[in-house]
Each structure stands twice: as C-alpha cells, then as structure tokens.
C-alpha cells in the first residue's frame, strides 16, 4: 500500500483505554412484578483453575470470569470480579526452550517492563524486589484512557526454561486485596507443559479479553463538538460484525449527563483485527461531565459470523495523502478486485493516528455498487475534524458477495 504525505504502511499501538469498559452481552427483561423467594447467595468459596493446556492453575473465587489464551506457545488467563470494569488478576506462561540463567532474568526484566509488556505505553516502573520464592515483584502505576492511575504488581518468575507473569491491579480502596494476594500465592505453573519454545517476546500478546479498547482520546473542535475516539481490537478467533460502542458521559456523582452510540466503522472487525470508531458529541462535553465509560456491545446485541465479508484477500489498493492549506486530510486509494467474484458495496476505513498513536479520526466511504473480477476504482476520503495533527493512518477496504 503506498502513501503520500503520511504512510499507512504498519500500525502504531499507543495508549490502551480500558477506562470503565464493559461487555454487555445478556438481554434485558421486565413487566410485572413477581413475588419470589429470596435467592440463595451465590456460592464464591474458592475454586481451582487449570489452564486448557494445562500450563498452570490457580484458585480464584468460583463467580470470577475468565478469558483464556492457548495457542502453541502462549497460555495466559485473565480473571474479573462480577461487575467489574476490568481484569483483576493476569496470568501468563511461556516456554524459553532452555534454563534461564539468573544472570539473564535481569535483561529479561528490563524487556519485559520496556518494551514487551501489553501496557508498555502506559506504565511506569517504580521499584522492583527480589522475592525469596525466585520471582520478582515490580511495581508500577498505569494510566487509565481518563488519565487517572491505578497501581500494578506484576510477578515475573523462570521456572526451569518457563517464563511466568502473574499480574494483580491493586484496589485503591483496599477491598478485595487479601483475596487477591491469596490467588496470587496459589499460582503453579506445570514444568512439563507441552509449550513450543519461543521469545519472550510472546508475552506481550497475553491481552486481557476477546475484545479490547485501544488508542482512545478524547477532544473538542474549534466549534465546540466533543469527540471520543480510537479502536476496538478482536483478540478472539471468530470475526465481530456490527459491534455498536457507546460513550456516556457522567457527573462528579455517576449521573449519566450525555451519552452517543454508534457500530465500529467496517463490516466487520476480523479475528485478530483492529475497526476504528468514532463518537460525536454534536452539543459539546457539558460542564459538569467529571468522567466518561464506554461500553461494547449492548443489550440486544449478539455476535454475528454467519456469512463472508472480503478483505484483502480478494481487494488490493495503492493509496496517497496530503493535508491541504485548510487542514483537511485527503486520502485517495485505487482499489482493484483481485478475484474472480464480484466484490459488492466496497468500503473503506481510514484510521487517523497522531505522533503518540492516538486516534485523533476515523472515517469510511462505500464508494462504488460493485466491482466486477478484474475493476479497479477510486475511493476518496476527506477528514477535517481531527483532534490533532495526524502522523499516521491505516486504510482497510472490506466488500461483500
């Protein structure tokens, strides 16, 4: 893909926003009431987990949910609490292939908290200490997508050749902090895993749900209009189609004071993909807005795989931009069906990034009814509301049968 003034040759992951995210994917229900009696408390005494792959267990609270990663050379799970906005507890595994000499963990260390870890772009370190079972505990802080901080305890221990992270967020309140610390004691990682041996560097895909919030940012137009923006990443192993997101804005107290909703930009966001949206305050951020959540997915919605959606598979493109006098962003692409189907509804997405990788636009263009074996047509992108000056960007063209 070639590009003009800015390239979109490769993606830049930037600041991750998790800030009160939540996947809702249950249906709602009402109507008379219904006099019943009083349900049981449900049942939290502890449980013990074993990753599918039988790489490590650890006991949580038996209402805890779980997402877990087993691919050949990762095994990785993480755990919330019910109603929680976000994993409290990471866990990950990988196999080095050789015994980790203790003179090499100091390195590893030093990659893992610089360059590898999920959060590297929002973290800081601020002590680390040697523990007496073999691990390290290092200490950090992250920022959240509203810029606030919470305190991060990651354990990295080597186990003959596995390398092992356990990760706990510590609760700025307290609560909960014994019952996490106890999970954390209880982590076992199984030295005769069948994982293929691999980098350290595996470990940085360790991600925390099948769906995740990237590059958010939040900004306002010369005119007033607020903006919330940035990307949804599907970590899971199906494609994601019509995924609405929608941001509510809240007072000091929690009181919803504005809120917009919309689907991510694209049929659908691939296995492993990335879709940009883009939510539009069209009255402006009021002034007593103290914090915002965003929320995927939404009470009626459900997953959708049914069906084809092409990509780049069958669709191949050149593109070029330029920022014009007026600050607009043009992009203009050449798009060639490559297949020996017809392509119908072409569409493309454009991602804005600015110089940290944060989404300061996004936008789409169904530019053509079809394109027939062999067609090529132009598509054509102007964006004049960013929250920034663009950097970078990634085009993605997607059609249907």
């Not at 590898?116 to 079972?133: C, K, L, W």
């Not at 959708?304 to 992009?331: C, F």
């Not at 990788?357 to 004049?384: Q, W």
Request: aromatic residues 6%; hydrophobic residues 45%.
């Amino acid at each position: 893909m070639g590009g003009g003034m800015l390239r979109a040759d490769g993606r830049q992951i930037g600041l991750v926003g998790l800030l009160l995210c939540a996947l809702l994917l249950g249906a709602c229900s009402g109507g008379a009431v219904v006099f019943a009696p009083t349900a049981a408390p449900p049942d939290v005494s502890p449980l013990t987990y074993t990753h599918p792959g039988g790489a490590f267990s650890v006991t949580v609270p038996r209402n805890w949910s779980v997402y877990a990663q087993n691919t050949t050379t990762l095994a990785s799970a993480v755990f919330a609490a019910p109603g929680a906005d976000e994993p409290a507890l990471r866990f990950a595994v990988i196999n080095t292939g050789a015994r980790i000499a203790s003179s090499d963990l100091a390195d590893i260390l030093n990659r893992y908290q610089t360059q590898i870890r999920p959060d590297v772009r929002r973290y800081n370190e601020v002590s680390r200490q040697a523990m007496g079972d073999g691990s390290w505990r290092l200490t950090g802080v992250r920022r959240t997508a509203a810029g606030l901080t919470q305190q991060v305890n990651t354990f990295i221990q080597p186990i003959g050749s596995l390398l092992t992270v356990a990760e706990v967020i510590i609760p700025d309140d307290g609560v909960g902090l014994e019952e996490l610390q106890r999970s954390v004691n209880t982590f076992r990682a199984a030295e005769d895993t069948a994982l293929e041996a691999t980098d350290a560097v595996t470990l940085a895909f360790a991600v925390g749900g099948s769906l995740d919030l990237l590059n958010v940012r939040t900004w306002t137009t010369p005119a007033g209009v607020f903006f919330v923006t940035g990307e949804v990443a599907n970590n899971g192993a199906a494609a994601v189609r019509d995924l609405p997101v929608r941001a509510v804005l809240r007072s000091a107290d929690g009181l919803p004071i504005a809120e917009a909703v919309d689907v991510v930009m694209g049929y659908e966001i691939p296995a492993g993909g990335f879709a940009p949206f883009s939510l539009r305050f069209g009255q402006g951020q009021p002034s007593l807005t103290a914090s915002y959540e965003l929320v995927l997915g939404g009470a009626d919605w459900q997953p959708v795989t049914e069906g084809t959606i092409y990509g780049s598979e069958r669709l191949t493109w050149t593109d070029t931009s330029q920022v014009g006098a007026d600050g607009v962003l043009e992009i203009i692409a050449s798009v060639t069906n490559t297949s020996s189907e017809t392509v119908h509804e072409p569409r493309i997405v454009a991602t804005v990034f600015d110089a940290n990788g944060a989404v300061i636009a996004a936008a789409y263009n169904d530019f053509a009814l079809l394109l027939n074996p062999g067609d090529t047509a132009s598509a054509r992108l102007l964006i004049a509301e960013m929250g920034g000056t663009p950097a970078n960007y990634i085009l993605t063209v997607q059609g249907k049968p």
